[in-house]
């Protein structure tokens, strides 16, 4: 998904990811949205389920086993593993994030 890095900023994402993982509970949609203060109304939600569908949300969060729009945070080894390949991969498309 090209797009995606205009949805969010990857150290937002990271942020929220971090905040999630003191509490290790399964995230609705709504609750990741709150932590990334993007809104909640149909378009927000929309927009924060695109930005956790896609390669960077992947990163740090996985779908919930059993429900469509529900997340769980990764384990912050997965976490590693899937930033350097991502940086390895995604050539510009996010390079500040990969500089970090």
Excluded: H, I, M, W
Aim: with cysteine.
């Amino acid at each position: 998904d090209t797009a995606a890095p205009l949805l969010v900023d990857a150290e937002l994402l990271e942020l929220a990811y971090e905040v999630a993982a003191e509490d290790d509970q399964v995230l609705r949609v709504k609750d990741v949205a709150a932590l990334l203060d993007a809104g909640s109304d149909p378009v927000d939600l929309y927009r924060t389920f695109r930005v956790l569908s896609n390669e960077l949300g992947k990163v740090f969060f996985a779908k919930a086993k059993g429900e469509a729009a529900a997340f769980k945070v990764r384990a912050k080894k997965t976490v590693e593993a899937a930033k350097q390949s991502l940086c390895g991969n995604a050539g510009d498309d996010y390079a500040d994030f990969c500089l970090v």
